[in-house]
C-alpha cells in the first residue's frame, strides 16, 4: 500500500540486482503508477537460483513492460525463468539484433548449465527448460534504434550503445519525466561498433553503469599494440595463449585484431604456421547474425564488407573448433575460448590443461567478474582448483595479463557522457562497490559548485533492495492544439507551440511560459479546456469550439443524456418540422410510413386522432436520437458540444411545434376549402387553448359546453390563490384577481389572435 502511494507521488528506483556488483543486472522503475523493468540477468559467480535477481523482493505482476538492454548474461539470462516462472505478464522488447544472438546464447546456457546437474536435486536448481526458452521467445517484441514506442503512456526509445552489436540505451518518458537508461554502454569507436549516442532530449534521471569506476583506459592503440605483442612473444617462445572471451561480442573484436596482424606478420610468424582458434559451441551461428547486421555497424567495417563483397567476419587466420575433440594440440597457438569467466566449459578445459606450463600464457581481455575464475586468476595463485576432478588442485605456473577491451567507459568517458547529459539524478549501477563508490565521490566533486542551486546533481548508489525514492514537481507540459494556437500566435511574435505551466485550480487557465522561461514582462493568458488524458499522460489545451474536432474520444467517456416530454400532436407534423430545420435525418423506425410520403397530408387534427400508439424514431444529425411513441417523445444523445446543441433544437421544436404557424398552417388546410363557421371557430379555440395548456399546464381548464353552442367557450386559470376566467370565444379576460397573471393571459391571447386570424 505503501509503496502504491509512494509510486504515484513521486520516482521510485528499485535495485533487485546489479547494485554495487556486476551480474544479475535488474533495475524497477516507478512512476505515477507505472513500472518498467530494466534487464533480467544472472550472476556469473553463482548458479542455479543463487544466480538470479532477487526477484521475491517485488511483485513481477506489476510490471508493465521490461527492456532488454543487450544479450549478455548478466543482464538477459534470466528473461526466460521471469516470462515462464514468474507472475510476470509485461511486454518485453529488445533490438533485432540482440533477439537473434540471444536465441542462440540461451540455448547453450541451457546446455552448459544444465551440464553438471546428474542428481534429480540438481535439476531443481535448473532456472528454465529449452521449452520455457522457445515458448518466452515469440513473445519478445523488437525495436528498432531510434524508434520510440508507447505501451500504455510509457514511451521508450533505443539509442545505440556501442559496448555490443545490438546493445541499447533506452529513454523512457512517464508523463513527462525522462529517465535514461544506459545499461552496459562504450565511447569508443573500435573496429566494428559506433560509439553511444547522446539522446537529442534532455534527461531528469540517468541510470549509468560504473564498471570502470574511476579507472581511465590505456589509449586504444597503445593496448591493441600490447595485445599483439604479447601473443607474438608468446608463439615466438613456443607457448600457448588463451584467451577466455564471451562467445559473442567482444571476440569478434579481437578477431578483428588478431587477423589483421597475422595477415600483416604472417612471415614473422613462422611462415604462418602458428595457427588462431576460435573455440564455441555458437562460433558458426553467430557469424551469420553478425552477417546480417552489418549495416548496424561502423562506417568502416561496412565500408570493408562493400568492398570485398565478403564477410569481414569470415577470417583468414582464424579456424573454427566446435569442441577440443577436433583440435591437436601441437605447439604454439593462439585460442579464443568461450566462456569468458572460465566458469566451466571450453576455456576451462584449456587453462587446466595449459596452466601448469611457465611458457603458456592466459590473457584476459574483458571485464572479469569477482567470484569467477577469470578474476581469481589474476591475482597469480600458485594452483588452481580442477572443475573435473574437485579434489585436485592444478599448479599454475603460466604467464597472466590482463589487457582491457571490454566495451565499457572509463571515467574520463563516463564522466564526458553523464556531463552531456545534464541529468540533475545519477544512479549508479553494474559496478562493484569500490570502483561505484569512487565514482560516486568523483562526481559529486565534479559537480560540486552546483551544490545547493536548482541544478544540483545527486548521486545515488543504492544496493540490491534498497529503494531511492526521488520527488518531482509536477510542471504540467500542455500541448496546445488547434484554434488556439492561433489565439496565441497572434499575441506573441515568436513561435511557440509547446507551453508549460500550472493549471490554476478555479478556472481552465494556462499560464503560458515562453520556450520554459516566463514572459516577465508580458503574460500571456489564453483560455481554453485543458484535456487530460491520464491513462497516457497526455495534456492538451484546446479552444471550446475545437473540442469536438480534436477529441473525438471524449464522447466515449461521457454520459448519455436522455430528456422525455409529451407531444399532442401528430408525428408527420414533428417530422415536417425537424425536415425544415436538420439536413441529416436518419429514419429509424417509421410504422405509419409518414417519412416516405412526400406531400404531407394531415387529415383533421381532432382529439381521437392524435392519439397514436405508431412508433417514429429518428436519428438526428448522426447522435441525437428521437423516439415517439404514445405521445412520448424521448430523446437520448451522448453528451458533447455538438449533441447537445442539436438536442436542445429539437427539444425547442418539439415544444413549440403545436403552437408555431406553420403548424397551424398545416393543420388547417381543410379551412381554405370552405367549412362551416360554426367548425372553424371550434378549431380556433382549440389552438389558443393549447397555447393555454402550454403555458400553464394542468392549471388552466376549457370548459365546453356542448349543450349551449351559441354560449362563449369560457377557460378558468387557477395559481394557487390567483385564478383568471378567459372568454375563449371572445379572446378576453373576463375575470382575473391578479394583475401581472393577467398580464400573461392578455400576450397569450394576443399571439393566439395573430396566429389563428390571417389563415383563414
Ligand atoms: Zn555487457
Ligand atoms: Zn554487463
Given at each position: 500500500m505503501e509503496q502504491e502511494q509512494v509510486a504515484k507521488t513521486s520516482f521510485r528506483f528499485f535495485g533487485l540486482g546489479g547494485s554495487n556488483e556486476v551480474g544479475r543486472s535488474c533495475h524497477i522503475l516507478q512512476y505515477k503508477g507505472k513500472t518498467v523493468m530494466l534487464d533480467a540477468g544472472v550472476h556469473p559467480a553463482h548458479q542455479g537460483l543463487a544466480s538470479l535477481p532477487f526477484y521475491d523482493e517485488f511483485d513481477l505482476s506489476t510490471v508493465d513492460i521490461l527492456l532488454i538492454s543487450h544479450f549478455h548474461l548478466d543482464h538477459a539470462a534470466s528473461l526466460p525463468y521471469v516470462m515462464q516462472r514468474t507472475n510476470f505478464h509485461g511486454r518485453v522488447f529488445m533490438t533485432h539484433p540482440t533477439k537473434a544472438i540471444y536465441r542462440w546464447l540461451l540455448s547453450d546456457f541451457v546446455k552448459v548449465t544444465n551440464i553438471?546437474?546428474?542428481?534429480p536435486l540438481d535439476k531443481d536448481e535448473n532456472l528454465y527448460s529449452d521449452e520455457d526458452l522457445a515458448e518466452s521467445f515469440d513473445r519478445i517484441e523488437t525495436i528498432d534504434y531510434h524508434s520510440t514506442m508507447d505501451v500504455n503512456g510509457i514511451k521508450f526509445t533505443a539509442f545505440h550503445a556501442g559496448h555490443v552489436l545490438g546493445a541499447a540505451m533506452f529513454q523512457i518518458e512517464i508523463a513527462g519525466l525522462r529517465v535514461l537508461f544506459t545499461g552496459d554502454y562504450s565511447r569508443e569507436v573500435d573496429r566494428h561498433l559506433n560509439s553511444a549516442e547522446v539522446p537529442p532530449l534532455p534527461s531528469d534521471v540517468l541510470i549509468v553503469e560504473?564498471?570502470?569506476?574511476?579507472a581511465t583506459h590505456e589509449p586504444r592503440v597503445n593496448r591493441e599494440r600490447k595485445l599483439t605483442q604479447l601473443i607474438h612473444s608468446t608463439v615466438m617462445r613456443g607457448g600457448r595463449v588463451l584467451l577466455p572471451v564471451f562467445a559473442l561480442g567482444r571476440a569478434q573484436e579481437i578477431m578483428l585484431i588478431l587477423d589483421e596482424y597475422w595477415s600483416q606478420h604472417a612471415n614473422e610468424l613462422a611462415n604462418g604456421q602458428v595457427p588462431i582458434f576460435y573455440a564455441s559451441n555458437l562460433a558458426r551461428k553467430c557469424m551469420s547474425v553478425f552477417q546480417t547486421y552489418v549495416n548496424m555497424m561502423n562506417d568502416d567495417i561496412r565500408k570493408k564488407f562493400r568492398d570485398s563483397q565478403s564477410n569481414p567476419f569470415i577470417f583468414k587466420n582464424i579456424s573454427y573448433l566446435k569442441n577440443l575433440d577436433e583440435f591437436q594440440d601441437f605447439g604454439p597457438s593462439v585460442m579464443l575460448a568461450s566462456p569468458g569467466m572460465l566458469q566451466n566449459g571450453l576455456s576451462r578445459d584449456l587453462l587446466e590443461k595449459w596452466c601448469p606450463d611457465d611458457k603458456n600464457l592466459v590473457l584476459i581481455t574483458g571485464y572479469s567478474v569477482e567470484g569467477t575464475m577469470a578474476k581469481f586468476i589474476m591475482l597469480e595463485p600458485d594452483t588452481i582448483p580442477s572443475i573435473n576432478n574437485p579434489d585436485m588442485t592444478i599448479p599454475r605456473r603460466c604467464q597472466v595479463e590482463e589487457i582491457s577491451f571490454a566495451a565499457h567507459v572509463d571515467f574520463r568517458e563516463n564522466l564526458e557522457f553523464i556531463e552531456k547529459i545534464g541529468a540533475t539524478n545519477i544512479i549508479l549501477v553494474h559496478g562493484e562497490s569500490n570502483p561505484m563508490g569512487r565514482l560516486k565521490s568523483a562526481l559529486l566533486s565534479n559537480f560540486a559548485s552546483l551544490k545547493g542551486t536548482e541544478t544540483e546533481v545527486h548521486v545515488f548508489n543504492p544496493r540490491n533492495c534498497v529503494a531511492v525514492d526521488l520527488e518531482f514537481k509536477g510542471i504540467k507540459i500542455a500541448k496546445a492544439v488547434g484554434n488556439i494556437v492561433d489565439e496565441v500566435t497572434n499575441v506573441l511574435t515568436s513561435k511557440i507551440n509547446v507551453f508549460s505551466g500550472e493549471k490554476s485550480e478555479e478556472k481552465d487557465v494556462i499560464q503560458l511560459e515562453d520556450g520554459g522561461k516566463k514572459a516577465d514582462e508580458e503574460e500571456t493568458i489564453v483560455s481554453g479546456i485543458l484535456v487530460s488524458d491520464e491513462k497516457n499522460f497526455d495534456l492538451n489545451l484546446v479552444s471550446l469550439s475545437d473540442l469536438r474536432d480534436h477529441h473525438m474520444d471524449l464522447s466515449t467517456t461521457v454520459l448519455k443524456e436522455r430528456q422525455t416530454i409529451r407531444v399532442d400532436c401528430k408525428n408527420e407534423l414533428i417530422y415536417w418540422h425537424l425536415c425544415q430545420m436538420f439536413g441529416d435525418i436518419e429514419v429509424l423506425i417509421d410504422d405509419e410510413g409518414i417519412t416516405h410520403s412526400k406531400d404531407i397530408n394531415p387529415q383533421e387534427n381532432s382529439e381521437d386522432n392524435k392519439k397514436s400508439s405508431q412508433e417514429l424514431e429518428l436519428r438526428i444529425m448522426g447522435d441525437v436520437k428521437l423516439n415517439i411513441i404514445d405521445n412520448v417523445a424521448t430523446l437520448e444523445w451522448s453528451q458533447s458540444i455538438m449533441s447537445d446543441s442539436v438536442a436542445d433544437s429539437v427539444m425547442a421544436i418539439l415544444l413549440s411545434v403545436d403552437s408555431s404557424p406553420a403548424s397551424i398552417k398545416r393543420s388547417s388546410h381543410k379551412c381554405e376549402h370552405g367549412h362551416d363557421e360554426e367548425h372553424n371557430e371550434l378549431w380556433k379555440i382549440k389552438q389558443v387553448a393549447r397555447l393555454f395548456k402550454e403555458q400553464f399546464g394542468d392549471c388552466f381548464t376549457l370548459l365546453l359546453n356542448k349543450d349551449s353552442v351559441n354560449e362563449d367557450v369560457q377557460g378558468v386559470i387557477t395559481i394557487g390563490k390567483n385564478s383568471a376566467h378567459v372568454n375563449m370565444t371572445k379572446m378576453t379576460v373576463d375575470e382575473c384577481n391578479s394583475n401581472p397573471l393577467k398580464g400573461r393571459i392578455e400576450s397569450i391571447l394576443n399571439i393566439g389572435t395573430d396566429l389563428v386570424a390571417p389563415l383563414c
Open positions: 553438471g546437474s546428474t542428481s560504473s564498471t570502470f569506476g574511476t
